[in-house]
């Protein structure tokens, strides 16, 4: 393993705001190991919207909770701007796909949640969380209870309450997952919108191909478990990124490609053909 400071900096001499050393995680299921992640190697600029693709089961989640500090690696490090993770910290935010809202606090005091906790005085916590409201575009319901909200508008409320800590990193766990298609594509618009004013190091988890390309800078793919990079694609192209633009098409032809025979691997055991989540 090595050992030096030189492992930290990218190629264009500015330290890495993540870097992943060959990683490898096991876990124990039933008395066996099992291997999450192997030999994983990856590194993201600050700022960079990082966005990681693979076949289920093969360590996405494991992976961002390395980087969130809720697991530690098996053997290889773990390093957020230069140092070694070795817990959660409030430089890093996490937003999954089964968010938890408080059902008993209002859109408000869901957001302000997080800064109460970090002893902000209550009226300050609630000032934050305003413009948060505002940024995720939800005025006119700081008052109302998750219940009474949409799939989409609670993931608001779930991104606001991250984003209103302030965190340098962003982790993602397939946070649009289960929202339709309309409100799906409304929420990639807006985080690409939040990403680009208020700039940070986003690490975003999805099984969709177009997302994939609609968002990062780069795509990491892994292979099916244990997870390990198959391929990086670097989407240099002007956002917003549509179909049916060619340039779109061809990144996400590249990404497809890399994917499928790790998914068709995963699969082996079934007969069914590939998900369409995956085009
Ligand atoms: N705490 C744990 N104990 C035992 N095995 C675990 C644990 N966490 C994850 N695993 C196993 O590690 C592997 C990777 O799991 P992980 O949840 O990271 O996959 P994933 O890529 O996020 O999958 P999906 O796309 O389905 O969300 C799986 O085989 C899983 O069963
Ligand atoms: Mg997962």
Not at 127 to 141: I, P, S, W
Not at 176 to 183: E, K, P, R
Not at 203 to 228: K, M, N
Request: hydrophobic share 40%.
């Amino acid at each position: 393993m090595g050992s030096g400071h030189e492992d930290m900096i990218d190629a264009k001499g500015a330290a890495a705001a993540i870097e992943i050393a060959r990683v490898r995680q096991e876990f124990c299921r039933d008395g066996l190991p099992v291997v999450a992640l192997d030999s994983l190697d990856l590194s993201i600029r600050h700022n960079e919207f990082t966005v990681v693709v693979g076949p289920s089961g093969c360590g996405k989640t494991t992976l961002l909770y390395l980087m969130a500090g809720f697991e530690k690696p098996t053997s290889g490090r773990v390093l957020v701007h230069g140092r070694e993770v070795e817990g959660p910290g409030r430089d890093r935010g996490i937003v999954f796909q089964d968010l938890a809202l408080f059902p008993w606090r209002t859109v408000l005091g869901n957001i302000a949640f997080g800064l109460e906790t970090a002893r902000m005085k209550r009226e300050d916590a609630l000032a934050l969380a305003r413009e948060y409201v505002h940024l995720v575009g939800l005025e006119g319901f700081e008052k109302a209870y998750p219940n009474t909200l949409s799939g989409g508008m609670k993931q608001r409320v779930a991104l606001a309450r991250t984003l209103a800590c302030e965190p340098d990193v962003l982790l993602m766990d397939e946070p649009f997952g289960a929202l339709d298609v309309q409100t799906r594509r409304l929420m990639q618009e807006e985080l690409v919108r939040i990403w680009e004013t208020r700039r940070k190091t986003v690490v975003f988890v999805t099984h969709s191909v177009s997302e994939a390309v609609y968002l990062a800078d780069t795509v990491y793919v892994l292979t099916a478990r244990p997870g390990t990079v198959k391929g990086v694609v670097h989407v240099d192209l002007p956002r917003p990124r549509e179909a049916p633009d060619p340039m779109v098409m061809a990144k996400r032809g590249e990404v497809l490609s890399l994917l499928e025979s790790e998914v068709r691997k995963t699969h082996l055991m079934q007969t069914r053909p590939l998900d369409d989540a995956w085009r």
